[in-house]
């Protein structure tokens, strides 16, 4: 089996898979650690690495969903409230193994903010990636108040700074089948 078709395998049948189709069952911390590894060998201009993970485990998942569904109580005006959605980002952890919250953190001002952005998501990708071939599930999340500067607040970060998404993580027993809406024809163009 060549190493180009592992790869592909893997970059192929990667799925986006929610937390309410996770099964409960717990990750090992030792194989977050092997996908924190890889995240660390994503591209970078000037060696910035300006990758950033907070990473909850065990008890300090629920931990960070309650406080992630409180941001979301405290920050949303009584009308727009949605006690579906704050009741959501709790039953997230709940059924999540782990959280990774990912950072972009700019460490070098001179390279343009794209560009970090850009290699910090490769980084994220990695994981995701890594996940796949060890038969984890996962979501890659923007949703709730991770885009809200009250996140980015409670992580201390900089105005420059961003959070990328929070990855949720876990095991699943479905098999989720991929698909994409717009051919490759139409997002290439070659010239030769
Ligand atoms: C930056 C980013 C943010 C995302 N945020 C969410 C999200 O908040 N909720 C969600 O259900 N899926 C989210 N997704 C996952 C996409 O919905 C998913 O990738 C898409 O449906 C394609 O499915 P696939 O990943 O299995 O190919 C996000 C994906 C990316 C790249």
Known sequence: MSIFFILSEIIKTRRTTKPAQFNGNKIADEKI???????????????SEPWRFVVYSGDKVNGFSKLHALLYQQFTPAEKFMQGKFDGIIANGEKSSHIIVCIMKRTNEKIPAIEEIAAASCAVQHILLGATALGIASLWSTGGMVLHPAM?????????????????????????????KIPLTEKVVWER
């Open 33 to 47: 650690e092997q996908l924190l590894e890889l995240a660390d060998w994503a591209p970078t201009h000037t060696y």
């Open 152 to 180: 980015k607040n409670h992580f201390q970060l900089d105005e420059a700074d961003e959070i990328l998404g929070q990855l949720f993580l876990g095991y699943s027993d479905e098999k989720i089948e991929g698909r994409r």
